[in-house]
């Protein structure tokens, strides 16, 4: 089978396709056929060496965190009735045409519910939902989103949008901006203009998603809650706000079985229509260097998915 290995730390080129041995499920796992892959930008800087020792990561590895697709086989233990079901999962080496899993991480996914949209949801859906249920949204408020326009930035727009917020939007270009309102925002601020948090005035609750001085800047006009879970722009954002509670990344750090629960809840809000993941663009696997470019010239619209 082919596979896209990472065989060093650096740019986008050192990721390379390659023939691998097909994996073989032992007992209490499955082999899955891979039709996306999801790609986050952990990706894209765990590839560049960023936290190599705190994610264990050495090159040559195969990237990836999350797939979805159709079991093949089962293994020791497991209930043939699997074979032929559609499944999600977070899992690492997922830049792969097959991957096996723990049954224990399986998600089924639900019926009319396409399995991109299930790859584009078990890491942007997991977590937006993780954040978003800490921060209490209440009808009325007014709720920041940074990297508005990104995967999980949609989803945070759309969440707060349901509960009654009003949402402002805050992205870099047109394109993104315009994505914001489409999705929920009722204003849309460009953050590379100077003055932008300015314009914005405050806000009650903040998700941020960018980190760095959009970060900071963003936590100078918060109100009440901010959660500090991107660093897409150079660390998480960091900084004194008197009266705010201020969370950080460990609201994306779940349990297999939290996650697994929480991506279930997603793949249900996405069927009843609560939550509608922007796939914005999708790559060969084997350009799989293609969609790191696109992440990382922050030229990607919401979300960018591999597919077998």
Do not use: C
């Not at 978003?132 to 990104?150: I, S, Y």
């Not at 991506?263 to 060969?284: C, K, S």
């Amino acid at each position: 089978m082919r596979v896209v290995r990472a065989v060093g730390f650096g740019g986008p080129e050192v990721l390379e396709v390659a023939e691998a041995p097909e994996p073989v499920p032992v007992a209490g796992e499955v082999l899955v056929e891979v039709s996306a892959a999801d790609v986050i930008f952990l990706d894209t800087q765990l590839r560049t060496g960023w936290a190599s020792e705190a994610f264990g990561i050495e090159p040559p590895y195969v990237p990836g965190f999350g797939v979805a697709g159709r079991i093949a086989q089962v293994g020791e233990g497991v209930e043939e009735a699997w074979v032929g079901a559609e499944v999600a999962a977070r899992v690492p080496g997922a830049y792969a045409e097959q991957v096996v899993v723990k049954v224990g991480d399986l998600v089924k996914v639900p019926e009319g519910l396409d399995k991109k949209a299930a790859a584009a949801l078990l890491h942007d859906g997991v977590t937006a939902l993780g954040v978003f249920d800490n921060a209490q949204v209440k009808p009325g408020e007014r709720v920041l989103v940074t990297a508005a326009a990104g995967g999980l930035g949609i989803l945070l727009v759309q969440l707060a949008r349901a509960a009654g917020a009003t949402v402002i939007g805050a992205a870099r270009g047109k394109k993104k901006l315009d994505l914001a309102r489409e999705h929920g925002a009722a204003e849309a601020v460009d953050y590379t203009e100077p003055g932008w948090a300015e314009q914005v005035g405050s806000a009650d609750v903040v998700f941020d998603g960018a980190g760095g001085e959009i970060g900071r800047a963003a936590l100078k006009i918060t109100k009440r809650w901010f959660s500090a879970h991107g660093a897409a722009s150079g660390g998480f954002a960091e900084g004194d706000a008197p009266g705010v509670t201020v969370r950080g990344i460990e609201q994306a750090q779940f349990t297999p079985e939290q996650a697994v629960r929480l991506a279930e809840r997603a793949l249900e809000d996405a069927v009843a229509g609560r939550m509608n993941p922007v796939i914005g663009q999708t790559f060969p696997l084997a350009e799989a260097a293609k969609a790191h470019e696109a992440l990382g010239a922050r030229a990607a619209l919401g979300k960018t998915l591999l597919v077998v």
